[in-house]
């Protein structure tokens, strides 16, 4: 049987630089076109672990090329290959030494690693537009606060921020119609919408990452999300706990979102004063809700089912 290489890949826009695990220092630069990618796929032994870091839309094409060839592709968060290369004491940071750093984590962790799965047409693009969206909200949140108290160019702000709203407007109407394109998800997006707090934009958001990605349980979406504490203890020291962040932020920001619209509602309110009671901080106990929202969302995608009121009870 013939070894697996272990493949690490720095990738950039116009190019790509490979490493190999097994064969020590050696790289190579390859174009970052589907020719040269394929080609050099095809001059690969056999299958292979092939491993990159996230980089936005530049990584898609090698990793659904290498995806389709039957190897076992990984797709890293940057942060993880940037606190293993200070692990194990790399000094430099160079493409060929990324590469090379990328191949040797990938042989010595794949198997604590989540292989990727390429999304569909839709599924991508969807993800852009929610991302896309997320930066209008955050510029304009900026643009709103970098003007306030400027005299004399009220009227001029309120109009960009008009025009802003409007792009947003026009973001979210295409998300409606990919929605709508995307077989079973209307139906699924009604579900979710039956959660008190969660609204269209709240819904999509949750819609993208679970129609996606297969998560064996609400706490693999939970921690997903980022909304998963974090432990800090030591000895007989118990550290204060933190949430991860470790997933896209502004799904975390809109859950919390959602969770500060459903602790008005009837049904969510006893629960966020409970914890209040309890001595939680507002922000602890909406994350609370957040946490119970999205964990609500994966069962009600995992069963087809809808929002169910009665179970909800304050511990």
């Known amino acids: 049987m013939q070894k697996l290489l272990n493949i690490g890949v720095d990738v950039a826009k116009d190019a790509v630089v490979v490493g ?26 056999g299958p292979s672990r092939i491993g990159m870091e996230a980089t936005g839309c530049y990584h898609e094409l090698l990793a659904d090329l290498a995806y389709q060839r039957g190897h076992t592709v990984f797709v890293l968060n940057p942060k993880d290959t940037r606190h293993y290369a200070q692990a194990v004491g790399l000094r430099a940071k160079t493409d060929r030494v990324d590469a090379l750093l990328i ?15 390429p999304a569909t047409p839709e599924q991508r693009q969807l993800g852009r537009l929610l991302r896309r969206r997320a930066q209008l909200v955050k510029l304009k949140g900026a643009l709103k606060q970098s003007m306030k108290g400027v005299i004399g160019l009220a009227r001029d702000t309120s109009a960009l921020v008009a ?16 929605i709508a394109s995307m077989p079973g998800t209307q139906e699924d997006r009604r579900r979710l919408e039956t959660i008190d707090g969660v609204g269209a934009v709240v819904s999509i958001a949750l819609i993208e990452p679970l129609t996606r ?15 998963d504490p974090r432990p800090r203890d030591s000895g007989h020291k118990i550290g204060k706990r933190r949430l991860s962040k470790r997933g896209p932020a502004e799904l ?17 309110k006893p629960i966020y004063e409970h914890y209040r009671a309890r001595g939680l901080p507002t922000t602890a106990a909406l994350v609370v809700i957040a946490r119970k929202i999205a964990r609500i969302a994966w069962s009600i995608h995992r069963y087809h089912t809808s929002f169910d009121p009665q179970r909800l009870k304050a511990p």
């Open 20 to 45: 190999c695990d097994e064969q020590g220092s050696a790289v190579r630069s390859i174009p970052n076109q589907r020719t040269a990618l394929t080609a050099w796929l095809a001059s690969l032994p």
């Open 103 to 117: 191949a040797r984590l990938i042989a010595h962790e794949h198997a604590r690693l989540h292989p990727y799965l």
């Open 163 to 178: 025009r802003m709203d409007a792009l947003i407007a026009k973001l979210e109407q295409r998300m409606d119609g990919l």
């Open 213 to 227: 990605l297969p998560f064996r349980s609400a706490d693999a979406f939970v921690a997903f999300t980022g909304l």
């Open 252 to 268: 975390r920001r809109l859950l919390f979102n959602a969770a500060m619209a459903a602790a008005r509602t009837c049904v969510w």
